[in-house]
């Protein structure tokens, strides 16, 4: 999928909160229901960085006291890869491990941390996200 060059153009000039802030409550509203099982205790306190190697930004975000949160402390792991190579991830078509090691999906930092992060990747069925998508929107981008 191409990301159109407007959504691009905002998303480089927007600081680093708005979507920060969006992708943690996104993933507090719904991670009881991606991961039933999952307490996050291997996360708590640490920092996650997700870039987006094709516009030159990303965001943080640690997981403290049961919920993710918004992050400025310096990342544990950077997880780097183009806007479209994690929509790719996240719809399923690849595996993290085929990016990976088609250097389209980079880790650095702890590798453990990122191994663990990578393999929930992996495993999560995103689908119930994209449920909540009004319509229209997923009719234009063939979610």
């Known amino acids: 999928m191409k990301i159109p060059q407007a959504i691009i153009r905002v998303l480089q000039r927007l600081p680093e909160a708005p979507p920060a802030l969006g992708v943690v409550t996104t993933l507090n509203l719904v991670h009881h229901q991606l991961w039933p099982e999952e307490d996050f205790g291997w996360l708590e306190g640490r920092t996650v960085r997700l870039q987006a190697s094709d516009i030159g930004c990303g965001l943080s975000y640690s997981f403290q006291c049961g919920r993710f949160v918004?992050?400025?402390?310096?990342?544990?792991?950077?997880?780097?890869?183009?806007?479209?190579?994690?929509?790719?991830?996240?719809?399923?078509?690849?595996?993290?491990?085929?990016?990976?090691?088609?250097?389209?999906?980079?880790?650095?930092?702890?590798?453990?941390?990122?191994?663990?992060?990578?393999?929930?990747?992996?495993?999560?069925?995103?689908?119930?996200?994209?449920?909540?998508?009004?319509?229209?929107?997923?009719?234009?981008?063939?979610?």
């Not at 719809?91 to 090691?101: G, I, N």
């Open 70 to 143: 918004t992050s400025t402390q310096t990342p544990d792991v950077i997880f780097g890869a183009s806007l479209a190579d994690y929509w790719i991830i996240a719809r399923r078509q690849e595996d993290p491990d085929t990016l990976f090691f088609q250097r389209r999906l980079t880790i650095a930092g702890d590798t453990e941390l990122g191994l663990q992060l990578k393999n929930l990747m992996d495993a999560t069925d995103f689908s119930p996200l994209f449920e909540r998508i009004p319509q229209p929107i997923r009719l234009r981008f063939g979610i």
